[in-house]
């Protein structure tokens, strides 16, 4: 009883670990971004700054805002911490990811995106339903790779449990599977659709023409933006420790010991770090993609997940 | 085989066979013409470094000749020839239009599925290393063949061409690690002089139908319509 105590205790301590990480690791890329493309770069923790300055400030609400409006900020962060809570951060044992697995991790995401397209098309002003219809169009086809990128590996490792799938990958060694070669570029591209970045969204700009995300949460302020921002930068890390622990799992914690969560928690942060500069490169490379062009793009990521699913009834199955 | 009974190596070679695979869905999916020719080369070295993988795992010496071979002519010489054409018709920043693209690379999605229910039951006669590749190298050449279908241009034409014999050896590396030295050095040359051959024909169709689209080879009349 005391263990299984422990072990939820661990558990929240890891999610809020996630929780306040997000925004330095939000930090981390915008500022390597500025250096890549010669600007100069705010502090590493700016976006402590904004929120903190976000959240001393007085809400101004629209009109004719319902409660759809002033709920969503509160739904949008409350499924991305509970999502946070089922992903292995610095330590494999996550007594919520018996409860939750990858699909209802999916579904969280959808929980969220609906939620936030529903309160941009309340206010009822243009920028909002236009981006509310654009998110939908790209997350449509996003979903269905990433679902497809993460069957690839709850098929390697027979289950949907993130904790044992991780367990699995990480007991089995250094073996070479051209399967997760696949799942991990459909995971980067669908990564970079979901969490608006360059190639298919530049936050960025604030240019109508140009807006996905933000085009939604024009008309917040306050505790509200906030939060919607907050949930965006946990967003990105939950993807990006997926990608990390999923395909790299090496060092992460597999037992509650104090050596065994520093080494976790190191690995960790060098991995997003190293994975961080990766995406920076990538958005100062590109330029941005016509949004007509995104269903393309995304079209190429469903096709490599699911190359990596077919690779892995062909190649790595035993005949 | 499952995957955990191979070495590295084993692995490597499923690896790059994975590659091959993608490089002929890479191929389906570009329109542009220089690209695609630079596809085509990535796919010839892919396939040298599994025929080099094969040969370190198999112990057959002779594979490391084929492999050399594959690699001096098809990921440097055919490749380099057709851009010297693509140059010299001025065709190498042409994007052709291809209709329905994504339902193109679903049929080949489903092309691969076509081939793993085919070749299941001689995977399942072999005894060799590679025997999970030969479904892979059966869909190298069916996605040839898709993209020698779906396109107009006659340089994406051979290029798809040359990507079914690249499947072709494939397979035969795959199935029975290699064909004889003699065969396999008469199709080397075969696939060079037809290459020389093709190049010879883009210039005579440009010359008698002033362009490279063989769709306008099915009019007859010499009118203009």
Redesign the interface.
Known sequence: MVDNLNAWLDSALQTLLFIAGAPLLAGWIKRLKCHLQNRAAPSLFQPYRDLVKLFAKDVVLAEHASWLFRAAPYIVFGAMVLSAAVVPLVAVPLPASAIADVIVLAGFFALARFFQALAGMDIGTAFGGMGASREMTVASLAEPAMLMAVFTLTMTASTTNLSIAIRHILA?G??????F??ALLSLAMVTVAETGHIPVDNPATHLELTMLHEAMVLEYSARHLALMEWASMIKLMIYAVLISNIFLPWGIASRFTVAAITVGTLAVTAKLALLSVLLALWETVLAKMRLFRV??FL??AF?LA??GV??H??????? | MHLSALNLYGQGILVSAALVLFTSFVMLAQTRIQPLIYAFAWQGALLSVTTALVALVSGHSHLYISALLTFGLKALLIPWMLYRMARRLHIQREVETVSHPSLIMLAGAVLVVFCYYVALPVAQLSTLVTRNTIAVSMATVLLGMLLMITRRAAVAQVIGFMSIENGLFFAAVASTYGMPMIVELGVAFDVLVAAVLFGIFFFQIRASIDSLDIDRLNRLSEKAE
Do not use: D, H, K, Y
Not at chain 1, 174 to 179: A, E, I, K, T
């Open positions: 089995a250094l073996v070479l599977r051209p399967s070669l696949f269903p393309q079209g190429f096709l699911l190359l077919l690779t009834v062909i190649l790595e199955t035993a005949v």
